[in-house]
């Protein structure tokens, strides 16, 4: 558990209380273990994410729960590039898994959409792409300055996105994959994309796979989104997209995600930062965090206590028992400690 920065100190223990009522209804043994890393430890000491911390990470750990990094005190924001794209880099985390999953219908801009239609996964490549920061000025803070930025794809990257987005098709029941990218801009790294998925699809001739440029995609999940199933693109267009999903599902309080190497260590943070606009207010909110909780239950394999999270959200979001952000007059303890009732309640119901 690393609760990082702001709000992420507020609702990453909210989360825990809710997985630690989960799992004592179904005597699942889960330990948790606290890391204060974050703007106040590098501010005091110096130390962003401590030496040794991947390996120990790797090896000791089967998930991280995680919070939000940032901090106005940092304003180069170096520790929460250290901390976060160093465990993504590090644990070499290459899915960014972000469900947009529309829970109540009141909760979409869109008008006339209800539950059923806002049902999709954005995969992300997480590791590569313009955020592996290469690149440099040429004649910095002049009238005549260059910058740079470059954008790294490696047929390896490519190839293991795109069959985790098919892979993640099938073992999920559902139909259809759309890959998003701009080759016809960017002719060189798009291009690789579009060489590497038609020859990953024909594995699946049984998804209905299909390409769209990410222009047009940012079109077509807005006008229609039942068209979408899963879709996968390159880290920057990811980091767009499920940003713009996010807010059709309800904004960045309700979004989770999962950084995932299928079968090592992962990490499962809420999509929004740390918030520090209304951090120490106590009325974050924390269903974020909790649904990023369900999305690592899952991956520990542990079905039933993700789905009494799941469910507990949904029934706070019936009851309108929610923080104000959402509409509510909730506080965010006071989220929490609902959702952990009603989380032991589900498995009550259950059997
Ligand atoms: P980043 O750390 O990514 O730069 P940030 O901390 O500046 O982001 P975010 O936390 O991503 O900003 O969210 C922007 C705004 O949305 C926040 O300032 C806050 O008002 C609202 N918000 C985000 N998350 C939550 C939440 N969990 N509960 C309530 N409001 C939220």
């Known amino acids: 558990m690393i609760p990082g920065d702001g709000i992420g100190r507020e609702v990453t223990p909210q989360a825990v209380k809710v997985i ?29 994410l401590p030496a040794g911390a991947v390996e120990m990470l790797r090896d000791e750990f ?15 924001n170096q520790h929460a590039a250290d901390i976060l794209l160093g465990l993504r880099f590090k644990l070499d985390l290459y899915v960014n898994a972000r469900p947009v999953e529309l829970l109540h219908d009141r909760l979409t801009p869109l008008r006339d959409r209800t539950e059923k ?44 996105i795109i069959r985790y987005a098919f892979e993640y098709a099938r073992q ?8 998003s ?19 990953v699809r024909q594995e699946y001739a049984d998804i209905d796979s299909r390409h769209l440029y990410i222009d047009t995609l940012a079109m077509e999940i807005v006008r229609d ?17 499920s940003d713009l999903g996010a807010q059709l599902a309800g904004g960045l309080g309700l979004a ?10 992962s990490l499962f943070e809420p999509v929004h930062g740390s918030a520090p606009n209304i951090a120490g207010k106590g009325i974050a909110n924390p269903l974020g965090s909790v649904l990023a909780s369900a999305m690592m239950l899952e991956y520990l394999g542990w079905k039933p206590e993700a ?11 019936r009851q309108n028992y929610v923080t104000p952000d959402l509409g509510g007059d909730k506080h965010t303890v006071e989220v929490g400690d609902w959702l952990a009732k009603e989380a032991v309640t589900n498995f009550v119901a259950q059997t």
């Open 307 to 317: 789905g009494a999270l799941r469910n507990a959200v949904r029934a706070a979001l």
């Open 225 to 241: 989104p039942r068209q979408f199933d899963v879709i996968v693109t390159c880290n920057l267009f990811g980091d767009i997209i």
């Open 256 to 265: 989770p995600s999962a950084n995932i190497h299928p079968g090592e260590t």
């Open 20 to 48: 630690q009522a989960a799992t004592a209804t179904t005597k699942r043994p889960i330990e948790f273990v606290e890391f204060d890393w974050g703007a106040d430890k590098y501010l005091r000491e110096g130390i962003s």
């Open 62 to 76: 089967d998930a991280v729960l995680f919070g939000a990094l940032g901090d106005p005190r940092v304003p180069s």
């Open 117 to 160: 239609d806002i049902r999709l996964m954005v995969i992300r490549e997480n590791t590569e792409g313009l955020y592996v920061g290469v690149g440099g000025f040429f004649k910095k803070d002049t009238a005549d300055e260059i910058a740079v930025q470059e954008d790294v794809n490696s047929r390896k990257g490519v190839e293991r």
């Open 172 to 179: 999920n029941g559902l139909k259809r994959v759309c890959m």
């Open 181 to 199: 990218d701009k080759s016809n801009a960017m002719t060189f790294a798009h291009d690789l994309w579009q060489r590497v998925f038609k020859t």
